[in-house]
């Protein structure tokens, strides 16, 4: 993060709203105004549990291309997915993944 000279303000747990997979509108994550605020879904939806790492983790790579690059998921297009399980080395510039492939969200 350094090198790209990216800053992220605050670092929170969103509330998780809706259900993963089945509500209408239900998001894992969200980055305000590009650092200023990234907010994770860390909880299951039941409450009971957090999500695995793996799935924070790609979030959190995710929230961190809005960075570089606006929209994503089904609405943009998914032109910043993947970089889910790349690392954060892969999401430079306009180009996002070495192979310009998109992944899941």
Not at 50 to 66: G, N, P, Q, S
């Amino acid at each position: 993060m350094a090198a790209r000279r990216w800053r992220v303000t605050l670092l929170s747990e969103m509330p998780p709203a809706g259900l993963v997979g089945v509500s209408p509108v239900c998001v894992l994550g969200y980055n305000m105004n590009r650092g200023q605020e990234i907010a994770l879904r860390l909880r299951t939806d039941d409450l009971r549990g957090f999500r695995k790492y793996e799935a924070v983790r790609d979030t959190l790579v995710h929230e961190l291309a809005h960075m570089v690059r606006l929209g994503g998921g089904a609405a943009g297009g998914g032109s910043i997915d993947g970089c889910a399980g790349k690392g954060v080395g892969t999401c430079t510039g306009g180009s996002i993944g070495s192979d310009g492939s998109g992944g899941s969200e």
